[in-house]
């Protein structure tokens, strides 16, 4: 399925699932026109719509796209930063539907490594987490070190989840992990990475003292429970 904006076409597979409000959705960015692509998912909402279905087969999927045409040079970075922010925007409008009653008990800080400013992923976690019943302490973007290690020692988690894009941004990981390791009591807490740079080698997370890897939103809450219920 294709779309023309500004005189370019831009196209998304139309064998996937909800690939024309995928396509819409991505064209009302592309646009600028941020109301009118809340609207199609507050739409979509009331039509049945589930969150997890918006999350990955519409904003991930579109988000993917659009860092796509920017690394392409098909868009410039004003127009992919407009596009990241319009859709934390529509998907801080769905929390009221996120939280779970049926807490399970368990808690997870999700943060973005010193440096990363691609914090949507992350997000997307920490909202699948709380889908999941868990209660999640989303730190975000470019988070200090020792920020996060105050926060460690104040919350306690069972599980803490970084998130980590670009392959500069690994030795600001390594020393993370270490002084986690070295500096604070975290009882039974688990670490768990993830982030493109790790999707794309997925053998990587074992060059790490952490305890897994999940390489999608959906598997990271799978995995955060595994690791808990070991």
């Not at 589930?50 to 045409?69: A, M, N, S």
């Not at 868009?75 to 049926?102: D, G, R, S, W």
């Not at 209660?135 to 306690?156: F, V």
Request: charged residues 25%; proline residues 3%; glycine residues 6%.
């Amino acid at each position: 399925m294709k779309i023309t904006v500004a005189d370019k076409i831009y196209e998304l597979n139309h064998d996937e699932p909800l690939s024309g409000l995928a396509l819409n959705y991505m064209r009302l960015l592309l646009l600028g026109k941020r109301q009118d692509a809340s609207q199609l998912i507050t739409n979509a909402v009331k039509e049945g719509f589930t969150l997890k279905e918006l999350y990955l087969d519409v904003f991930q999927r579109t988000q993917q796209e659009i860092g796509y045409l920017w690394e392409t040079d098909q868009i410039n970075v004003a127009k992919e930063h407009y596009c990241t922010a319009a859709t934390q925007m529509i998907m801080a409008q769905l929390y009221p539907y996120i939280f779970n009653e049926n807490k399970r008990n368990r808690s997870a800080i999700i943060a973005c490594i010193g440096g990363e400013l691609h914090e949507l992923g992350a997000r997307m976690v920490a909202d699948f987490f709380e889908m999941d019943g868990w209660d999640t302490y989303y730190i975000g973007a470019n988070t200090p070190i020792e920020s996060l290690l105050r926060t460690i020692e104040e919350q306690r988690p069972d599980i803490l989840g970084i998130s980590v894009t670009m392959a500069d941004n690994l030795p600001k990981l390594r020393e993370l992990i270490k002084r986690i390791r070295t500096e604070i009591d975290v009882g039974q807490m688990k670490i768990m990475v993830g982030g493109r740079l790790f999707t794309f080698s997925p053998e990587l997370w074992k060059e790490f003292d952490v305890d897994a890897f999940a390489d999608s939103v959906e598997s990271a809450v799978v995995v955060a429970n595994r690791l808990v219920e070991s």
